[in-house]
C-alpha cells in the first residue's frame, strides 16, 4: 500500500524558514517523480514543486522560486520542501503528491479534482503569520 506521510509545518514569522518531509513508503520510491502542492484556506490546488526520480530536474511554481528547495534521500525514502523567506502567501496545507495529475501541464495548473489521481499525503499546515 502507498503512503506519505508528510510532516514539518508549524506557525513561522514572515521570513522565516521551515522544512518540510514526507516519508514515503509501499512502492519504489526511487523510480517516480515526485510533487509538492499547497492549498491556501478557501482556494484551490496549487503546484509548488516537482523532482525528478533521480533528483536532478526540478522544478518551481514561479511564486517560490528562488525561496523554496525540492529535494529527496532515494536511500531514505524521503521527499524534502526546504522554505525560506517565508510570506504570509504561502500559508498553506502542503501535500506530498505521486502520479500528480495536471489540468494543463503546460502551465501546471491543477483542478480540484486533481486529488482523485495519484497519491497524497494527509498534509501539514504552514502559517506565516506575526
Known amino acids: 500500500e502507498v503512503q506519505l506521510a508528510e510532516s514539518g509545518g508549524g506557525l513561522v514569522q514572515p521570513g522565516g524558514s521551515l522544512r518540510l518531509s514526507c516519508a514515503a513508503s509501499?512502492?519504489?520510491?526511487?523510480?517516480?517523480?515526485m510533487y509538492w502542492v499547497r492549498q491556501a484556506p478557501g482556494k484551490g490546488l496549487e503546484w509548488v514543486s516537482s523532482?525528478?526520480?533521480?533528483?536532478?530536474?526540478?522544478r518551481y511554481a514561479d511564486s517560490v522560486k528562488g525561496r523554496f528547495t525540492i529535494s529527496r534521500d532515494n536511500a531514505k525514502n524521503t521527499l524534502l520542501l526546504e522554505m525560506n523567506s517565508l510570506k504570509p502567501e504561502d500559508t498553506a496545507v502542503y501535500y506530498c503528491?505521486?502520479?500528480?495529475?495536471?489540468?494543463?501541464?503546460?502551465?501546471?495548473?491543477?483542478?480540484?479534482?486533481?486529488?482523485?489521481?495519484?497519491?497524497w499525503g494527509q498534509g501539514t499546515q504552514v502559517t506565516v503569520s506575526s
Open positions: 509501499g512502492f519504489t520510491f526511487s523510480s517516480v517523480w
Open positions: 523532482i525528478s526520480s533521480g533528483g536532478g530536474i526540478t
Open positions: 503528491v505521486r502520479d500528480l495529475r495536471f489540468a494543463n501541464i503546460a502551465t501546471r495548473t491543477l483542478s480540484p479534482n486533481s486529488r482523485d489521481f495519484g497519491y
